[in-house]
């Protein structure tokens, strides 16, 4: 996790952190990504992804919002990670960003959580469709929420057909 605190235009602070296992530490100090915080962190991404980014930006300052996004970067060791940016953009009078108070979190164990997640569940959802026997689900209010290519093909109904039936009579 990276916490920054930048003045926008005339840069007169920017404070990096990151959460290790014995507290928060300043990114200088770091082992392995400290590296990472002494360089602009959009040296670490792709050309057309930092394009990606900036354009992100600039939407959100024109629309005088706020910046979320997620990206991926590669360290300096080759190895790549996910990162999820927030950041509170503060506006002057004249509506140009004055002030980028932000957050940037390693998100890298989440987006391979998902990815396993929806490949489980394409593996799933291809076995109930190629199985031989009819798989039916039924919902906890009784109602019918899925009928299988086989169960179709055995019951002749297809899901709309019965979707309004209570399974439970």
């Known amino acids: 996790?990276?916490?920054?605190?930048v003045y926008v235009g005339n840069v007169v602070g920017?404070?990096?952190f990151f959460q290790a296992e014995d507290g928060i530490r300043d990114a200088q100090e770091s082992r392995g990504l400290g590296d990472v915080y002494k360089r602009q962190i959009t040296d670490l991404v792709r050309t057309d992804e930092q394009n990606r980014l900036?354009?992100?930006d600039y939407r959100a300052f024109a629309k005088g919002a706020d910046i979320d996004y997620e990206f991926r970067i590669r360290l300096l060791d080759g190895q790549y990670r996910w990162l999820h940016q927030h950041a509170q953009i503060t506006y002057g009078d004249d509506g140009q960003p004055i002030r980028m108070l932000g957050i940037m979190q390693?998100?890298?164990e989440?987006?391979?959580?998902?990815e396993e997640l929806l490949q489980m569940e394409m593996r799933y959802k291809a076995l109930i469709e190629h199985a031989p026997d009819g798989i039916t689900?039924?919902?906890a209010d009784g109602r019918v929420?899925?009928?299988s290519p086989s169960t179709e093909r055995i019951m002749g109904y297809r899901l709309h057909e019965?979707?309004?039936i209570d399974a439970s009579d």
Not at 1 to 5: E, L, P
Not at 110 to 114: G, L, S
């Open 1 to 5: 996790c990276v916490v920054y605190d």
């Open 14 to 16: 920017c404070v990096f």
């Open 54 to 56: 900036i354009d992100l």
């Open 106 to 108: 390693d998100i890298t």
């Open 110 to 114: 989440r987006k391979r959580a998902a």
């Open 137 to 139: 689900l039924v919902g």
């Open 145 to 147: 929420k899925y009928l």
């Open 162 to 164: 019965v979707a309004t």
